[in-house]
């Protein structure tokens, strides 16, 4: 069984700051890609960002210059850091990750959190 539990959303002003983290846990044999992704009311579900074992990183074009995502693979944990919030920010939060559930298996499988709810007041 995987489990990937996200925590850290939370209510704040715009122009301050969250920092997101996302633990997986369970019995697996190894994590590639981890990301965040999320969703507003009423619209899809967006990348915001990504980041591979290597640790190389992809960001959406609205996040580029105040979100870094990272990881910390001992701990089977991706963060992402949150600063100069907007409104247009405010959404769930959702940690994803491929997932190797055993050392023979041809391919990654994805798992999702639960979400965790960030908001933006103006």
């Known amino acids: 069984q995987v489990q990937l539990v996200e925590s850290g959303g939370g209510l704040v002003q715009a122009g301050g700051s969250l920092r997101l983290s996302c633990v997986a846990s369970?019995?697996?044999?190894?994590?590639?890609?981890m990301g965040w992704y999320r969703q507003a009311p009423g619209k899809q579900r967006d990348m915001v960002a990504g980041?591979?074992?290597?640790?190389?990183?992809e960001y959406a074009d609205f996040v580029k210059g105040r979100f870094t995502i990272s990881r910390d693979n001992a701990k089977n944990t991706v963060y992402l850091q949150m600063n100069s919030l907007k409104p247009e920010d405010t959404a769930v939060y959702y940690c994803?990750?491929?997932?190797?559930?055993?050392?023979?298996?041809?391919?990654?499988?994805?798992?999702w959190g639960q979400g965790t709810q960030v908001t933006v007041s103006s």
């Open positions: 994803a990750a491929d997932i190797k559930e055993y050392s023979d298996s041809h391919y990654f499988d994805d798992y």
């Open positions: 369970g019995n697996f044999f190894s994590i590639n890609a």
């Open positions: 980041i591979n074992s290597g640790g190389r990183t």
